[in-house]
């Protein structure tokens, strides 16, 4: 685009080449609990701090922009085209990596030590859905698994969180007591936040994501 601003004595140009998005912002909400069993789709066994980039299989906009991959997260989060393993969770937004995420219950995660991470996709177009399910899968420091997900529906745009189980047998872990959940922009300078490090986020519960 080029800016000119024209003053009495000559006339000032600036330039500057970059792509004008619309500026897409979320709000979130309660919805019934119904959870999807993924443990039919793709099983994933991640190491600790693992990760795996899968194709989505469904048209989906996050932030604005149509997305063709993800990359699963053992910490409990997703990113598109975001890096870091991330052990430790942080308050949304932050420009530190990783940026660009889905973070159903971003936490110190391990899946080596028990579980799996399930993608499975269903549908048709333009009706699909992408599930990615963290199943049976422990805390670093807990004695219990963990089992959640992220839905990602094509025809809304919808991201929803469920929340089979999150309880990890220790109360300063639980619940959402040590974890990040929400949604953050590609540049890490907008977000929106659910929970940071409180018990707030119970089990047969469930939380949606929709444009603002």
Avoid: C, K
């Avoid at 049976?136 to 963990?146: D, K, L, Q």
């Avoid at 929803?160 to 300078?189: H, I, K, R």
């Amino acid at each position: 685009t080029l800016v000119a601003v024209h003053a009495s004595f000559g006339t000032v140009s600036a330039s500057r080449t970059g792509e004008i998005r619309q500026r897409v912002m979320y709000r979130h909400e309660a919805v019934a609990f119904q959870w999807i069993d993924a443990t039919a789709g793709t099983a994933y066994t991640l190491a600790d701090e693992g990760s795996v980039t899968v194709p989505l299989g469904l048209d989906f906009s996050f932030y604005g922009i149509p997305r063709s991959s993800v990359t699963v997260h053992a910490n409990g989060f997703i990113t598109f085209g975001g890096s870091g393993a991330a052990s430790v969770n942080i308050a949304l937004p932050d420009p530190e990596l990783p940026n660009d995420m889905i973070a159903p219950y971003w936490d110190d995660l391990n899946p080596a030590a028990g579980g799996n991470v399930y993608v499975l996709l269903e549908g048709t177009a333009p009706q699909r859905r992408l599930t990615i399910a963290w199943v049976n899968v422990p805390h670093s420091g807990g004695t219990n698994p963990a089992s959640f997900e992220a839905i990602l529906y094509e025809s809304s745009g919808d991201i929803v969180f469920q929340y089979q189980d999150v309880d990890f047998g220790d109360s300063s872990l639980s619940f959402g007591a040590n974890a990040t959940v929400g949604l953050e922009n590609p540049d890490g300078l907008d977000a929106t936040l659910y929970s940071f490090n409180q018990p707030v986020v119970q089990n047969g519960t469930a939380r949606r994501f929709i444009t603002a």
